[in-house]
């Protein structure tokens, strides 16, 4: 295992020194999210709890539910949140009666992102648990919809390509859909997108300009991160769009 920093120390996590680690999708994530103390969150996939306990610590006073599918990986976030946030061992294709009774304000996903009758499996089986698409996207999302109180918001991170099946895939109550494009440089197309929706939302679908990670047009060794990322990544600020 290995213990390591994020958002410039205010959380830290217990991670496999191998396999799947957390990066910075989860934390942009986390970024974007708008809650506010008091409001119930859950996160579908928490893996060690990196997306969930990087809200906690901007926003304080929430109450943090994570669903994690592999048992080393929800051990590690019952570890890392400690009593500050609950981990269902389960998966979301089967959520338990405790889950499926309550609605959350916020629902919040980082699914994996490769679909493998188009890509090759990693030989790690924690690795590919997190990065292989074993349950099919359209599950994440209508598991996230059907979890959400009324004006709940569904938040997910995935690569950009697969925004057609994401929007597809919302439940007809979703609205007031929103994605923001990630591009690794000026000029480059987008690789990620957020996509945020509301349930029964009514504003008109926004398309927001890219948000862009890296400065300069080429890569040189050191953090090159744009100010705006730099501060959602290094010293928890948020990530408004």
């Known amino acids: 295992m290995t213990y390591d920093a994020f958002l410039g120390g205010l959380v830290h996590l217990w991670q496999p020194r191998t396999g799947y680690r957390a990066g910075v999708d989860p934390v942009l994530l986390a970024a974007s999210i708008p809650a506010v103390s008091g409001q119930r969150v859950l996160e579908l996939g928490c893996g060690v709890g990196a997306a969930i306990l990087c ?34 061992e389960a998966d979301l294709a089967a959520l338990p009666l405790t889950v499926r ?38 599950l994440w999302v209508q598991t996230a919809a059907k979890r959400l109180a009324p004006k709940g918001m569904l938040h997910l991170i995935h690569r950009a390509e697969r925004l057609p099946e994401l929007l597809a895939a919302l439940p007809r109550d979703m609205g007031s859909i929103e994605v923001l494009p990630i591009a690794a440089r000026e000029g480059r197309g987008a690789e990620r997108i957020i996509l945020r929706a509301r349930k029964s939302g009514r504003a008109d679908f926004r398309l927001h300009t890219p948000l862009i990670l890296h400065c300069g047009d080429l890569h040189i060794d050191g953090d090159q991160y744009t100010p705006k990322v730099r501060a959602a990544l290094r010293a928890g600020a948020a990530l408004d769009f």
Not at 59 to 67: D, P, Q, S
Not at 122 to 138: H, K, M, N, V
């Open 55 to 88: 809200l906690g610590a901007r926003v304080e006073g929430l109450v943090l539910t994570g669903v994690e599918r592999e048992a080393v990986y929800a051990g590690l976030a019952m570890r890392n949140g400690g009593s500050s946030l609950e981990v269902v």
């Open 101 to 138: 009774e309550r609605q959350f304000d916020h629902v919040l996903a980082n699914p994996p992102y490769w679909r493998r009758l188009a890509s090759v499996a990693t030989g790690d089986t924690l690795r590919e648990a997190a990065l292989g698409e074993q349950t099919p996207l359209y």
